[in-house]
């Protein structure tokens, strides 16, 4: 199996994507290599079948979107290096975050600094065509992080026909429809995170109708239903990602980042930067609620993105402050993360894409 992983290349010694081979025996990565020079490709997906890898461009961190784009790469299956087949810009500055069409007919962008989404098209090689965009208004509550809209995350239905938007500026998850013939988003509703919890990642259960979200900004996970006919969530709880012995990190500096859910969905995982750790949780199967189990020491600093594996038998962390990858596996009845002992390292790595 092989791994493809975003990074940050602004102040650090990355060079752009870097590729590594995984073992699904034994958790072990090889020592990665340099895939294709980019700047700032942080968030990395693939698609269905494993040929081709899309990646933001995150090139522009002002509040103009001078720069920022979407490529597409492809996969040489023999040895993992990449090819680029197309970009395109996105008028929205910043593209932080990528989630696909089950078909592959668009990837959506998520735009932190510019605050909006951008739709982008795909031709039938899987190519980007001219984006189209939506831009978010408002604020909320923290003083810095919080004075305008932040996308985070874009995440699609399973059948495609919605996109889903967490804000962290505005303290909103926006839901679009979406229309590909011609492209267009249309927003249907809205749901409103508690002032200054930050909403950044989510992540569907596999039936679709649960999602969980991620509060960055005050450490907590949401589970909401989803009505996919209406487009609209509703709140079922919200905990903390901490137990009680983990705690805050000393300094200060703790936030949340990332989140997944198990193939089998019975568990869920999210990451903690500052604690430097990845939360377990159990879902219930019947309520959709969730009962944090563990926080497991992802061996680095500041885990900013993971990733389990298809068949939900590995998770990889990426420490971005540490420059480092740690796998776990992950128990198949309790949902528990073993360290394998196994790591790799990348200069500043920020997401993990698995391709078969």
Same mark, same amino acid.
């Given at each position: 199996m092989r791994m493809f992983i975003g990074t940050y290349t602004d102040e650090s010694s990355s060079e752009g994507i870097y590729r590594c081979d995984f073992d699904a025996r034994s958790g072990e990565m090889s020592e990665c290599s340099l895939a294709h020079a980019a700047d700032n490709p942080a968030y990395v997906l693939g698609n269905g079948d494993g040929t081709i890898l899309y990646a933001v461009n995150e090139r522009n961190l002002t509040d103009a979107p001078e720069d920022a784009a979407v490529r597409a790469y492809a996969i040489d299956r023999a040895d993992g290096s990449l090819s680029l087949i197309g970009e395109q810009p996105v008028d929205i500055a910043g593209p932080c975050h990528l989630g696909m069409a089950p078909d592959q007919r668009a990837v959506f962008a998520a735009c932190y600094q510019g605050g909006g989404v951008a739709m982008v098209p795909l031709d039938a090689n899987g190519a980007p065509q001219p984006s189209i965009s939506v831009a978010h208004v408002g604020s909320s509550v923290h003083p810095e992080r919080q004075t305008s809209p932040h996308a985070h995350s874009a995440n699609v239905t399973t059948d495609g026909s919605r996109l889903i938007v967490a804000d962290l500026g505005i303290d909103k998850?926006?839901?679009?429809? &979406?229309?590909?013939? *011609?492209?267009?988003?249309? $927003?249907?509703s809205s749901i409103s995170s508690s002032p200054g919890a930050g909403p950044r990642h989510l992540a569907f259960a596999p039936r679709g109708d649960r999602a969980y979200l991620m509060g960055e900004l005050n450490m907590t996970i949401t589970a909401l239903s989803f009505e996919a006919t209406s487009g609209t969530f509703a709140a079922l709880q919200t905990i903390s990602t901490l137990t009680a012995e983990s !705690? #805050?990190?000393? /300094?200060? &500096?703790?936030? %949340?980042? /990332?989140? #997944?859910? =198990?193939?089998? !969905?019975?568990?869920?995982?999210?990451?903690?930067? !500052?604690?430097?750790?990845?939360?377990?949780?159990?879902? /219930? $199967?019947?309520? !959709?609620n969730l009962t944090l189990l563990a926080n497991e020491p992802t061996r680095g600093s500041t885990p900013r993105g993971f990733r389990l594996t298809a068949d939900g038998r590995w998770l990889v962390a990426a420490n971005e402050a540490s420059d480092t990858l740690y796998s776990f596996a992950v128990?198949?009845? %309790?949902?528990?993360?073993?360290? %394998?002992? =196994? =790591?790799?390292?990348? *200069?500043?790595?920020?997401?993990?894409?698995?391709?078969?």
């Open positions: 998850t926006l839901v679009y429809a &979406v229309s590909y013939d *011609p492209p267009g988003l249309t $927003e249907l !705690g #805050h990190s000393a /300094d200060g &500096v703790n936030s %949340t980042a /990332d989140v #997944h859910v =198990h193939p089998s !969905g019975r568990f869920a995982y999210s990451s903690n930067r !500052g604690p430097d750790s990845i939360s377990v949780y159990a879902i /219930d $199967e019947k309520s !959709g128990g198949a009845d %309790t949902g528990a993360l073993t360290a %394998t002992g =196994h =790591h790799t390292q990348v *200069p500043m790595p920020a997401s993990v894409a698995f391709v078969a």
